[in-house]
């Protein structure tokens, strides 16, 4: 069967169709798509295992004729939706930023415990992966094997309240986690 016919839009959605492959198999279905990009025609047929259908694709290079086709008299081709492109650029800007912001929480090469002490840390304060360090606040890092020892400001000059305050979060999420 040529491609110009398998595409034919005597072909549409919900057209009973019986057709004969290049193997002499006798088809018939119900027009489930009919794809002009993959040049594939698939078709619903009845199911005897108590499903439904069954999905039958064909590629028009296997189709050897149609023996037949019949449009329901009440089939109306549904008028689609109009499509906001820019909506659907925003929904996957959205989704990639998400999608990044979710990557940074993961640290890379860092145990399980690191992984849970910095998600409970950023419940409460932002924090950022910097290799295996986890950095609170833009000032206080805590460094493996992440216990009160490891914690220290980034600025040498200050930063004793906010050391203070993570070393009290961090203590009682090592509590809780043992």
Known sequence: MDTEQSCNSAYTIGTSIVLETITGEVTKGEVFANDKVTQCLILTEPSNEGHKCHLRVLKADCIKKVLSTKVPEDFVVA??????INKCLDREAKAIQAAELDAARKGHGVTKEAQQIFD???KTMPCKWH??????????????PYDLS?????HPEGGA????????VLDAERKRMN
């Open 79 to 84: 008028k689609l939706p109009h499509v906001d």
């Open 120 to 122: 409970a840390l950023s």
């Open 131 to 144: 290799g295996k360090t986890i950095v609170v606040l833009g000032e206080v890092s805590i460094r493996e």
């Open 150 to 154: 490891t914690v220290q400001s980034e």
């Open 161 to 168: 309240a906010i050391v203070d305050r993570v070393k009290k």
